[in-house]
């Protein structure tokens, strides 16, 4: 079997608030699949809906084939919440004791050491920690059943430069022999960075799902790099193929539905123009566009496989 989970056409409200409004994605194993919106866009009852925390009001919910509570029984599904709660009194390596003691397989203690990095503080207590290093016990927890299936709840969040590239790194690793992971994030970076795919939500519904490649080129054209002395935003803006100029200084920043009818026209008319770059534009471009309008998405909703 080679899918990870399935939400098919799931609804959930919340008295008269529809928070999740057929939502449709498969996930096959071996993806690293980054869940973004705004706030209120839906993110979270989806993540609730795939852990089986709350039940939809329509549609079905499949985790390898079964259901949400079978697969976090079994250790094949585990979950990393930003805001889990921790004891206080208990040291790390006594929560992973514990969780261990519930699964059949579970990972062995220096692996899970090793991949979270908790070794230097396992001993002491977590009302002791600080907010990074109780992230890392989460993520710890989390791997204590050697899971093939991984959700992430802003799993970097208090997490400083170093440990945030430790941690992804620690994910690659994570996935390389086909496990998954699900990642939800407000850092755009990381979803561009380290995603295979990215499912953007909208007011409950999925507007775009695809690779980050594939969305940025789609929704946001090209960006057209440039040194332009004496040029004015105005008479940039009145290029052809510019949606956008910004000028600081000599340097030039245009937003391209056409880069190439761009390029023609900038050196035409200024053919002073020099050190040109051309590339796609961000995630953050192509996240706000497709959130901006309730039609911008239309194109990338039909999820790609």
């Known amino acids: 079997m080679t899918e990870a989970f399935r939400l098919t056409g799931l609804v959930k409200r919340f008295g008269p608030v529809l928070a999740v409004d057929r939502v449709s994605v498969r996930v096959s194993r071996g993806e690293v699949v980054a869940l973004l919106g705004p706030n209120g866009a839906g993110k979270s009852t989806t993540v609730d809906l795939l852990l089986g925390l709350t039940a939809p009001d329509e549609g079905d919910v499949r985790v390898f084939g079964g259901t949400p509570r079978a697969a976090l029984d079994s250790g094949r599904m585990a979950a990393m919440v930003q805001n889990g709660f921790l004891l206080r009194e208990l040291t790390p390596a006594e929560l992973v004791g514990l969780h261990r003691s519930m699964f059949r397989k579970p990972l062995p203690v220096k692996e899970i050491y090793a991949r979270s990095g908790i070794g230097e503080f396992a001993g002491r207590r977590c009302g002791k920690l600080s907010g990074g290093q109780l992230q890392r016990v989460r993520h710890a927890i989390a791997l204590a059943g050697d899971p093939e299936l991984l959700v992430l709840d802003e799993p970097t969040a208090a997490l400083d430069v170093d440990a945030r590239r430790a941690f992804w790194a620690s994910m690659r690793e994570f996935t390389g022999g086909g496990r998954t992971v699900l ?46 002395p004496g040029a004015s935003e105005p008479a940039l803006s009145a290029l052809d193929g510019v949606a956008t100029a910004r000028v600081q200084g000599d340097r030039a920043e245009l937003a391209c539905t056409d880069s190439d009818r761009t390029i023609r026209a900038l050196l035409r008319e200024f053919p002073g123009a020099s050190g040109i770059e051309i590339a796609a534009a961000g995630l953050e471009e192509a996240f706000l566009a497709l959130t901006a309008a309730p039609d911008a998405g239309t194109r990338l909703q039909e999820v790609r496989r």
């Open 183 to 228: 990642f939800a994030t407000h850092y755009l970076a990381e979803a561009e960075d380290y995603a295979d795919r990215v499912v953007l939500l909208r007011q409950g519904s999925v507007v775009a799902d695809g690779p980050v490649g594939e969305i940025r080129a789609d929704v946001t054209g090209r960006v057209l790099r440039a040194v332009v």
